[in-house]
């Protein structure tokens, strides 16, 4: 969801640009030369902080812009003293930043929301949504470990972080699967993200297609790979939906209880079923009633959203 922000970044800056983030996300931007060095930090407490701000210190920054919207993160950037820490004054950290960029009240999609900070520090906008590279050494790294998966197939993202609220019925990905496999008779693989397994083994133990559906643990470089390579991808509302859409690959994504407002951006790749019940959208991570807005998308309704796809790609 930063990407447009860090291309207009790269394009208005002259000096070098360092990021500072999980030693995951890098894989992410791999390919696109948006930064001159990445400095991860995956390790919480007090000792990796100061550790990172001592490799920092050791370099004369001008400026930090800070995304997330954790205290943490713009204690780093106070810390360092540095003469410009740019950023959104959310959760009581405004004192540690003397640039703030301002909010409005209306929801804004996270592509918006680091884009007005671009338009703060006097930037150009370039890119309106996310856009992805796979690199020939990705390519490599992925055909060595999963060099069985071959096309064409089917990916479904089951889990998502956020919480259950947002996962489409077990039973609902089952029957979609079989769906595609007697139909299309392609391979369907259930890509689960750290602690989905359990969720990905109930869809498998649901599924009378066994021979042709599968799941596959992947670290996210290995997963942006697979997914650049599928037919399609089914996805709940989570972060792998927005990796699929910006390596342009069409994602059918069941839209549950969160308001779109904070993940709409223009894309012909992504293909939003929701059902609009009264309680939608709460924005809460467990549902406290029947689960309608999930459970009333059918495998049925999916199904036909896939037929769609598949025949406008071979048509």
């Known amino acids: 969801m930063a990407v447009p922000f860090l291309h207009a970044l790269r394009a208005y800056v002259y000096g070098e640009i360092w990021a500072v983030g999980k030693s995951n996300a890098i894989h992410l931007y791999n390919g696109l030369n948006l930064f001159d060095r990445f400095i991860a930090v995956d390790e919480r407490g007090v000792i990796p902080f100061l550790d990172t701000v001592s490799v920092l210190k050791k370099i004369s920054f001008k400026r930090g812009i800070v995304l997330p919207h954790s205290f943490r993160s713009a204690l780093l950037f106070f810390t360092l003293l540095l003469r410009e820490r740019i950023g959104y004054a959310r959760n009581k950290r405004g004192f540690m930043l003397n640039r703030k960029v301002g909010e409005g009240n209306d929801i804004e999609s996270m592509v918006e929301h680091y884009l007005r ?16 590279l796979v690199t020939e050494d990705e390519e490599q790294k992925f055909d060595k470990q999963f060099g069985d998966i071959r096309k064409p197939y089917a990916v479904f993202i089951a889990g998502a972080q956020y919480g259950p609220s947002k996962c489409w019925p077990a039973c609902h990905f089952s029957e979609l699967a079989d769906m595609i496999v ?7 693989y259930i890509l689960p993200g750290k602690g989905e397994e359990e969720a990905a083994g109930e869809i498998l133990a649901g599924v009378t297609e066994k021979n042709n559906v599968e799941v596959r643990s992947m670290n996210v470089m290995d997963l ?13 509302d989570t972060g792998p939906r927005h990796l699929a859409a910006a390596l342009s690959i069409p994602t059918v994504v069941l839209m549950g209880p969160m308001d779109e407002g904070y993940t709409r951006y223009p894309s012909p790749w992504t293909h939003p079923l929701r059902k609009d019940v009264p309680c939608r959208p709460c924005n809460k991570r467990h549902c406290d009633k029947g689960h309608d807005c999930l459970v009333q998308i059918t495998p049925g309704e999916v199904f036909e959203k896939v037929e769609e796809i598949i025949e406008k790609r071979t048509g």
Not at 227 to 232: D, P
């Open 224 to 236: 942006k790979v697979c997914i650049s390579r599928a037919s399609f991808v089914v996805s709940n």
């Open 182 to 188: 007697k139909r299309y008779g392609m391979r369907v």
């Open 117 to 132: 900070i671009i338009d703060a520090i006097g930037g150009k906008r370039s890119l309106d949504s996310p856009v992805l």
